[in-house]
């Protein structure tokens, strides 16, 4: 969001805060006495000396996001409150721990007696469906986090808010978690505005999902890493197959459907991508500049190639068509596309070639989450219980600049992140691939 405003970051709360959060012993136990996060604590959107500078020389204050963490004074009863957890959308790494977190920050600290599993994303607000709300306990979460996907199961697209926030009430739920993507992040929005126009109050908090590591004011989002590291796994085997063939290809399709970051890290992580095509970086095909031709001389100079492409790119060249349930356009298969082509084009000029085409998508999604996501995870789950508790709606967890923060939902969906062309991780690219700055 380029011209964000100071009103744009303000964070809406149910109403004032009268309860003493029973965490206050518990840290004074601890031993910590700075836990407690006031709310005008603040994290700097641009912390850019140059530009706090200038807002300053201006007379304004720069812009700041409120700083996530345990207030001292919250806005629900623990013992009178009712949570509730859902994940939707695409599997991603470390759902399992998100949904953890929640249950046990809950009910250990704060002492929520009851925390509902809504079946299988928003459908499991909407009765015709027939799924079944699951009683979350630290019993049963306690060892869902050794799982990848997600114990709650889910599913893609909205439902109904009205018909959704009537299952609400009807459960006397006081607080959601929607643990999804963008849209899921915006359906949890629809159900705050609806709730709030009937005067119920619910708190929905979001924790931000997204594999593709593309949304903005967040420095890496839950799962990232975990994937990355699968993906190079998949790019090793794209390696391996590519040079036990005479003149092998290794191609390997990564996720990114408008950003490369994935695409990107496992790349320049593995050291074995000769080639990296990304939605950014638009190139051409054919010619003496193009890929093919790139790609036929890397295989008769050094017998072997290996080419990582990510979802999204080129989709100037592929057919497309319609949406799927999430309402996010279908893109064309970049990868089968480019396997046919890179075939085609090496029997035009009469040079062997062995291509292996690599779908390592489910396989990655599907994994447990490693250590430091599994910490990133528990941070955020703890965070989140953390705003809702306080009364925080309309709003979603982030790290940012290494601080958790509150992001209104309309400023995390205003903008996505994508790799910059001209930027450090794309030359990085380059470097490491040796591929030339530009197909044309
Ligand atoms: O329209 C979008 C969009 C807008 C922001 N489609 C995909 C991704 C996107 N973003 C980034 C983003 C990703 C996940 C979450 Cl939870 C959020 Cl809030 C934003």
């Known amino acids: 969001m380029a011209d964000l405003k100071p009103e744009d970051l303000v964070i809406r709360s149910l109403g004032e805060r009268t309860i ?18 006031s709310d005008d604590a603040r994290v700097l959107v641009d912390n850019n000396l140059a530009s706090v500078r200038q807002t300053f020389h201006e007379g304004r204050e ?75 306990t630290p019993g049963y979460v306690s060892n869902i986090h050794t799982f990848g996907g997600t114990d709650l199961g889910t599913s893609r697209g909205p439902q109904d808010p009205s018909r959704m926030v009537d299952r609400l009430q009807e459960l006397k739920v006081n607080i959601l978690f929607v643990v999804g993507g963008d849209g899921s992040q915006r359906g949890g929005r629809a159900i705050q505005e609806e709730a709030f126009r009937r005067g119920y109050h619910l708190s929905v908090v979001g924790v931000p999902k997204t594999i593709d590591n593309d949304m903005i004011y967040m420095d890496k989002s839950f799962g990232y890493e975990t994937a990355c590291a699968a993906a190079v796994e998949a790019i090793h085997a794209g390696h391996t197959e590519a040079r036990s063939a005479r003149n092998g290809i290794g191609m390997v399709k990564l996720m990114g459907r408008h950003s490369g970051f994935i695409a990107c890290a496992a790349a320049i992580a593995s050291g074995e991508a000769n080639c990296v095509l ?163």
């Open 20 to 37: 003493d959060s029973p965490l206050d012993p518990y840290f004074k136990e601890c031993g910590n006495n700075h836990a407690f996060y």
């Open 62 to 136: 720069p812009l700041c996001f409120e700083a996530a963490g345990p207030r001292r004074k919250i806005f629900f009863d623990p013992a009178k409150t009712i949570c509730a957890v859902v994940t939707c959308g695409g599997l991603c790494p470390g759902l399992n721990d998100v949904i953890r977190a929640i249950v046990m920050q809950a009910y250990h600290r704060y002492g929520v007696p009851r925390i509902l599993g809504i079946p299988y994303g928003f459908e499991g607000l909407i009765p015709e469906y027939g799924h079944h709300i699951i009683n979350l």
């Open 278 to 440: 990304i939605p950014e970086v638009p190139f051409a095909l054919e010619g003496d500049h193009g890929v093919l031709e790139h790609l036929r001389q890397r295989v008769v100079r050094r017998g072997h190639a290996v080419i990582i492409v990510a979802e999204g790119a080129g989709q100037d060249l592929v057919e497309t068509g319609g949406t799927d349930a999430s309402g996010n356009r279908r893109l064309g298969d970049i990868g089968v596309f480019l396997k046919g082509r890179i075939e085609g084009y090496f029997r035009q000029c009469k040079t062997e070639l062995t291509l292996k085409y690599i779908d390592p998508s489910y396989m990655i999604r599907s994994v447990p989450a490693s250590a430091q996501d599994r910490i990133y995870c528990m941070r955020l789950g703890q965070a989140a219980v953390h705003a809702a508790m306080a009364g925080k709606s309309g709003v979603v967890v982030a790290r940012w600049h290494s601080t958790y923060v509150h992001l209104p939902v309309a400023v995390a969906t205003s903008a996505r992140r994508t790799v910059d062309p001209g930027g450090d991780i794309w030359l990085s690219v380059l470097e490491s691939t040796g591929q030339p700055p530009r197909f044309y």
